[in-house]
């Protein structure tokens, strides 16, 4: 069993410098180890997504875990066509919604990164600001909220997004806009 580490090290640009077809390949062989690079490659920007859908770090990462289990599990449905970060990106968005309808509540987000840069009023206005961005999220809709966190916390292109939710590229671009006007509705 393949245990996460909320504080694992990836790179920047979500960790690509692995082939994933190769991996999974040898994964689908019996190479069970070969999964940690996987693992180790998306973890984190799994786990940010899915916080922020879910605002608590312990729940995340068990959400987290659960998506990396269940892409495991079901790895022989995985098309290599296909990239496998949309493919786990699905499993986990999929595994967070299903928790957030099970749950019937929201729970308030949170962003703990704080700069140490700042100087503390400057800390302060941007905790504020954060604040208000995370209520704000709280109040939009699931399907908005998660379209607006692949897009601008996930940093994902509509190509990317429309391939982890499984709808078109137009689709995508439509319901960013009207997740953006609600949110935009919200915060005013």
């Not at 393949?2 to 082939?19: C, R, S």
């Not at 190479?31 to 879910?54: A, C, T």
């Not at 599990?73 to 928790?99: G, M």
Request: with cysteine; hydrophobic share 35%.
């Amino acid at each position: 069993m393949i245990l996460l580490h909320a504080h694992t090290e990836y790179t920047p640009e979500g960790g690509k410098d692995i082939n994933d077809r190769d991996v999974i390949l040898r994964c689908k062989k019996g190479d069970v180890e070969s999964y940690g690079e996987i693992v180790q490659k998306y973890q984190k920007m799994i786990f940010n997504i899915v916080y922020r859908m879910l605002g608590d770090p312990a729940d995340a990462e068990d959400i987290t875990q659960s998506a990396f289990i269940k892409a495991y599990e079901k790895l022989d449905r995985y098309n290599p066509e296909y990239p496998f970060y949309s493919w786990i990106h699905r499993i986990a968005v999929n595994e967070a919604l299903n928790f957030i309808k099970q749950r019937q509540r929201i729970v308030e987000l949170h962003d703990t990164h704080e700069s140490p840069d700042n100087d503390p009023e400057d800390e302060f206005t941007q905790n504020e600001i954060q604040q208000q961005i995370d209520q704000a999220l709280e109040n939009l809709t699931p399907a908005n909220r998660i379209i607006i966190i692949l897009r601008h916390f996930g940093e994902l292109s509509y190509r990317e997004i429309s391939e982890i939710l499984d709808v078109p590229e137009k689709t995508v671009k439509s319901r960013l806009f009207t997740a953006r006007q609600e949110l935009r509705s919200i915060l005013l």
